[in-house]
């Protein structure tokens, strides 16, 4: 099964898409984590993302998509996987289609986001950053999710919800079907 689980940042993608992981005993592949150890490594590529992520921006499509289509390719993606963060436009999903049997997304308000964001104080954790990310969010990564609700595969979770309460919910909804 090859299961997407998307949203807004700070909603919660992460945790939910590592429970999930545990719970279907499928590798969970972390796209921001993936991106975030490409630019530390400091090659050409690495630096691109470095740049991207200091402006709050999406990393560039092909490097992206060659990243996700290299991970999904290895042999213990074969039964499938869980996907946190790609695609987060339409034009990504045009450079690789992961083939997603079901679609999850997050749902909160930017200010619940914001909230959580400030809290949890990673470097890119700024509110001009948010703010930004936030943006990126409504105007790229939403239509990709009405592309999904178009082809029936998409399923909206209230991200507000306790994390035990959201994985639960996530889990019955798998099990329907
Ligand atoms: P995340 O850890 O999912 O919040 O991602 C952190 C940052 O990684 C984002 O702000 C983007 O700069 C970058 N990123 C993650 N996923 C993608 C993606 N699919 N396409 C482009 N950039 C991404």
Same mark, same amino acid.
């Given at each position: 099964?090859?299961?997407?689980? &998307?949203?807004?940042? /700070?909603?919660?993608?992460?945790?939910?898409?590592? +429970?999930?992981?545990?719970?279907?005993?499928?590798?969970?592949?972390?796209?921001?984590?993936?991106?975030?150890?490409?630019? =530390?490594?400091?090659?050409?590529?690495?630096?691109?993302?470095?740049?991207?992520?200091?402006?709050?921006?999406?990393?560039?499509? $092909?490097?992206?998509?060659?990243?996700?289509?290299?991970?999904?390719?290895?042999?213990?993606?074969?039964?499938?996987?869980?996907?946190? /963060?790609?695609?987060?436009?339409?034009?990504?999903?045009?450079?690789?289609?992961?083939?997603?049997?079901?679609?999850?997304?997050?749902?909160? &308000?930017?200010?619940?986001? $914001?909230?959580?964001? +400030?809290?949890? /104080?990673?470097?890119?954790?700024?509110?001009?950053?948010?703010?930004?990310?936030? =943006?990126?969010?409504?105007?790229?990564? =939403?239509?990709?999710?009405?592309?999904?609700?178009?082809?029936?595969? +998409?399923?909206?979770?209230? /991200?507000?919800?306790?994390?035990?309460?959201?994985?639960?919910?996530?889990? =019955?909804?798998?099990?329907?079907?």
């Amino acid at each position: 099964m090859r299961i997407l689980v &998307s949203g807004p940042t /700070g909603s919660g993608k992460t945790t939910q898409a590592t +429970l999930l992981s545990k719970y279907l005993r499928l590798p969970f592949i972390g796209v921001g984590r993936m991106l975030r150890d490409e630019a =530390e490594k400091g090659t050409n590529n690495g630096l691109k993302v470095q740049i991207a992520m200091k402006k709050g921006t999406l990393v560039d499509d $092909a490097v992206v998509a060659r990243v996700v289509k290299k991970r999904v390719g290895l042999p213990d993606c074969q039964d499938g996987f869980i996907m946190d /963060g790609f695609p987060r436009s339409l034009s990504q999903l045009k450079h690789f289609d992961p083939n997603y049997d079901h679609v999850f997304s997050l749902d909160i &308000s930017d200010k619940e986001a $914001a909230k959580r964001l +400030l809290k949890r /104080g990673r470097e890119d954790d700024t509110p001009a950053l948010i703010k930004k990310r936030l =943006e990126i969010y409504h105007r790229f990564t =939403e239509p990709v999710l009405s592309w999904y609700m178009k082809k029936g595969i +998409l399923d909206k979770v209230n /991200g507000e919800m306790r994390i035990e309460k959201v994985h639960q919910t996530i889990k =019955e909804r798998i099990l329907k079907k």
